[in-house]
């Protein structure tokens, strides 16, 4: 009975997703790619479409994957650097120390371990097909209290987080080179930022500003009026927020407005626009 179900459940979702693009070249809908496999995840059922009694979903395919990520990533992985010549021992040993600090301490960066990250990595993985992550470098600045030796408080910039920066990467709002079969030529990310975000990027640059535009991006923002700023559920809706019945409330806030910004990575440059705002 469960693989009946389970079978049936995933034909549903085809076959829904064929009906809707039965006018169109398009045989599959890919929002209903996306959504087939969150159902099947969640181990959700639809009642209100459902022709049988039996409302019990077998949730072989949440524990399949839950569980064999439980087992990959039940401690913090061991790898090492083997020295290749006699004097390489020194080498080896300050890069392997070098490596574990590096990964406990990306946790403070978004108070996110890194064995959370690569366990979402990888159930993106069994999911979809293929998960991606972005390490880049992250220097980051903050304001501190500090005593003069007179015993006045002052506020001095001091550096926060000097490192490498490991975010693992939603797949909706990825676009890879179709041309190839890899990661090559060029990467384009979608994510979803605040205009003090962006200025803080630049006041702790160490040469030139990293963005640029950033008044006429203020003005556009000042143009819109109310309202939080792009919203995320104007490219797509998340199937876990809507099977909680939870709202999706990112660009709704009206004192931190968000920006849609696409970041294209080549191997000559990187390109961040804002295409809704023209920017």
Not at 200 to 222: C, F, G, Q, T
Request: hydrophobic share 35%; with cysteine.
């Amino acid at each position: 009975m469960g693989f009946f179900l389970l079978w049936h459940k995933l034909n549903k979702c085809l076959l829904k997703a064929q009906k809707r693009n039965e006018n169109s070249s398009l045989k599959l809908s890919d929002t209903m790619k996306w959504l087939s496999k969150d159902e099947l995840f969640r181990s959700y059922i639809d009642e209100k479409d459902w022709p049988y009694q039996s409302v019990v979903f077998d949730p072989r395919v949440f524990t399949a994957i839950f569980e064999k990520t439980a087992r990959l990533f039940a401690n913090k992985p061991r790898g090492r650097m083997v020295p290749r010549e006699g004097g390489d021992t020194l080498g080896a040993k300050i890069n392997n120390e070098l490596l574990s600090f590096q990964w406990d301490e990306n946790e403070r960066v978004d108070n996110l371990p890194m064995l959370a990250k690569w366990a979402l990595m990888d159930q993106n993985a069994r999911k979809y097909g293929a998960s991606f992550a972005l390490c880049k470098w992250r220097y980051e600045r903050q304001l501190k209290k500090t005593k003069s030796k007179d015993g006045k408080e002052e506020v001095k910039s001091v550096p926060f987080y000097d490192g490498p920066d490991f975010k693992p990467l939603v797949n909706r709002d990825v676009l890879a080179n179709p041309s190839y079969s890899t990661i090559k030529g060029w990467f384009a990310y979608r994510e979803y930022v605040t205009l003090n975000e962006l200025k803080n990027v630049n006041d702790a640059a160490r040469s030139k500003p990293i963005y640029k535009n950033l008044d006429i991006l203020r003005d556009s923002l000042a143009k819109e009026g109310e309202g939080g700023g792009d919203t995320r559920e104007g490219n797509y809706s998340s199937k876990n927020k809507s099977i909680k019945g939870l709202e999706d409330y990112l660009g709704k806030d009206e004192y931190n407005k968000t920006i849609e910004v696409v970041t294209e990575y080549s191997p000559e440059r990187w390109i961040t626009y804002a295409p809704k705002h023209g920017v």
